[in-house]
């Protein structure tokens, strides 16, 4: 069975662009999850979303993330205008059903130069 | 919200040996995960175990969530078990994981 999926694993680019990170859920998962990984702070989560509409996007850093889930099998997090700051790795995972256990992608290693 | 700690926060062993990593939590929890996060980056699942035991080749897991600790086992370690070994419980709403710090494992043959 494929995982989660995320594009791309690396990610390098200057101040000031937009970056775009993608997520394809496990087939049949209804949560989304997005997590960011750092030094400082560890692993924490951004937003989340239940059947394609997002429910808590609370630890979201800023205005400049945004986060999207035009339908059950696509899902984007964007940063614009970046800043070194959100150097991170950024982790997709999706659940069955709230409770049951996460499954987490391969991870996007952002650096903003 | 639910506080987790992790201990150690590193552990060093020879191959072979046998080892024991535990998670404190605050709280009640709905869920209880293990990972393994591997030298490339990747986050491995291990065990969900809310409460009970659970083993897996070399691997088990023990949560006695009354007490509010879950216990990770490895026993006769080898070098590709070295890594970061996270804890992780569902929050009292019931969705976004809070992850302890870890703990950080190196096996030397």
């Known amino acids: 069975d494929a995982g989660v999926i995320q594009s791309p694993r690396h990610e390098v680019t200057e101040m000031g662009q937009e970056v775009t990170l993608r997520c394809k859920p496990i087939?049949?998962?209804?949560?989304l999850f997005w997590y960011r990984q750092t030094m400082m702070r560890g692993l924490e989560l951004l937003i989340y979303f239940n059947n394609n509409v997002p429910i808590d996007d609370s630890g979201m850093p800023e205005d400049r993330f945004s986060a999207k889930m035009p339908n059950a099998s696509f899902s984007t997090l964007k940063i614009q205008p970046s800043e070194p700051r959100d150097s991170a790795v950024y982790f997709c995972a999706s659940s069955l059903r709230d409770t049951q256990p996460q499954h987490f992608g391969d991870g996007t290693r952002l650096s903003i130069l | 919200g639910i506080q987790v700690e992790q201990s150690p926060p590193d552990l060093i062993l020879q191959e072979g040996a046998n080892s024991t990593l535990r998670c404190n939590f605050s709280d009640s929890v709905n869920n209880l995960q293990w990972f393994h996060q591997n030298p490339w980056g990747q986050l491995i699942n291990l065990f969900y175990i809310p409460s009970g035991t659970k083993q897996n080749g070399r691997l088990s897991a023990t949560t006695v969530a009354t007490e509010r600790y879950s216990l990770l086992y490895i026993s006769s370690s080898q070098t590709t078990d070295s890594g970061v070994y996270f804890c992780a419980v569902l929050n009292q709403a019931g969705t976004a994981l809070i992850f302890g710090k870890g703990t950080t494992l190196s096996v030397s043959s």
């Open positions: 087939s049949g998962h209804d949560y």
